[in-house]
């Protein structure tokens, strides 16, 4: 393959199908590598998670956070929410409000089978917590764990019974039945109240409600591409990452068919996103956790601060045998890597290789050991503007020697290219390895 000298494709590609997942605790910067990939894409899905995520991209040093509409949403034609998500209609028609002003055509889609956050949920969530005491997991409050509760507790409200009054009222009763000593103040005229802002938000996006799973074949069959974007991160996955201390739906690749109802078996490709180094918000085992000023300089300089919560984020140098598990769970064929002008300002860097701990054995041994199963990189140094005009220019050959020291030894480790790296907060600064990549 050809080293790529000019980053950006100037066409869509027809018919790829990819998805893009984070290979570590989330906030690798999925964002940032789907809205750049999305330049090639007609359709970009969610099917999982709410308003947990979220992403910033940076357009002509102007700021966009979503937490519930895909990063893709900025450029494609048509975003997709899947069933697998748990949606709350107040920010959904926020977020709507605001791509308006960048994407005025965007067609959404929101599937009638997603589940719906309400205020009770935020509410339980705080509850809940509460009473975990020092098992507490550091949710981000967004509800989004007691609305997959009333999910699998088939009592949840989705979508499309926000169009019956009748209905919501029952199933915000149930929910009170069965949760009212965690949330005791809820008397009935709040529930009136709730039922009807739940209603009048139903009828506003009504016109967006829709089977997520025949837009999708359609789309197939008109060899549209489609990317699907994951939220959270594989390591927070309910079943695979490290529970407790996980969120409440599946985040790995292979969960998109369960949460949009499009077929696993047509997915062409799996982009696994890293940070360069790694980061984690909330409780819970994270093996090469660093603290003290390493950790604090890295958090300034990389703005590790949650985008939903502004929680500062624990930092850690790159875990390889968690990227390793991430692969195998996600089937990753591509790493695409984030951040590594972060990293390049650190005088000494370092990648762990060895330890014990991997979700399925999460009382095995952290390695925060930083002289043991440890290797050292030198520093590239700050990318200077010139540096990185030139990395634009040139592509992965115009990268600093000590760089691709450090991105070699990553794909020697996993055994997968590295085809995508990042290397600044505007979507700009990304460039593709090949050309005749088909991603
Ligand atoms: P919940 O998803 O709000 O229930 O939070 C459960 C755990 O997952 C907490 O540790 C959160 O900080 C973490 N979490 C959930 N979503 C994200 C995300 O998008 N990025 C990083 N951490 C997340």
Known sequence: MKALGINFMQHRVIDIITA???????????????????????????FNGGTNAGHTVV??????????????????????????????????????????????????????KAHVVTDLHRLLDKAEEEKRGSMRIGTTFQG??????????????????????????????????????????????????????????????????GDTESVLEDAYEQKRSILFEGANGTLLDIDYG???????????????????GFSFRKVENVIGVIKAYMSKVGGGPFPTEINGPEADRIRELGHEYGTTTGRPRRIGWLDIPLLKYSILLND???????????LGEMNEIKVCHDHEMI???????????????????????KLEDVDKREILKEGFDAFPEELKIYLRYIENMTGRDIAIVSFGNNREYTVRKYDDLKI
């Open 359 to 381: 979700p399925n054995n999460a009382n095995g041994k952290n390695n925060n050991n930083p002289d043991s199963g440890y290797k050292s990189f030198e520093s590239w140094g």
């Open 59 to 112: 357009v002509n040093n102007e700021k966009f956070k979503f937490h519930l509409l895909p990063a893709g949403s900025l450029r494609v034609d048509h975003v997709i929410l899947g069933n697998g998500m748990v949606i709350d209609p107040r920010s959904l028609l926020e977020e709507i409000e605001a791509i308006r002003k960048i994407n005025r055509d965007l067609r959404i889609t929101v599937s009638k």
């Open 144 to 209: 989004i764990g007691p609305a997959y509760e009333d999910k699998y507790a088939r009592t949840g409200i989705r979508i499309e019974d926000l169009l019956n009054r009748q209905l919501i009222k029952e199933k915000l009763n149930i929910i009170i039945e069965l949760k009212h000593d965690l949330i005791p103040d809820i008397d009935s005229s709040k529930l009136n109240e709730l039922a009807s802002s739940l209603l009048n938000m139903g009828k506003e996006i009504k016109e967006y409600m």
């Open 332 to 342: 990753i064929d591509h790493l695409a890597i984030t951040n590594v002008d972060t």
């Open 20 to 46: 893009v997942v984070g290979a570590q605790f989330g906030d690798e910067g999925k964002g940032k590598i789907v809205d750049f990939l999305s330049e090639n894409y007609d359709y970009v899905v969610r």
């Open 242 to 260: 490290m529970y407790p201390y996980v969120t409440s739906s599946n985040t790995m690749a292979g969960f998109l068919s369960c949460g949009s």
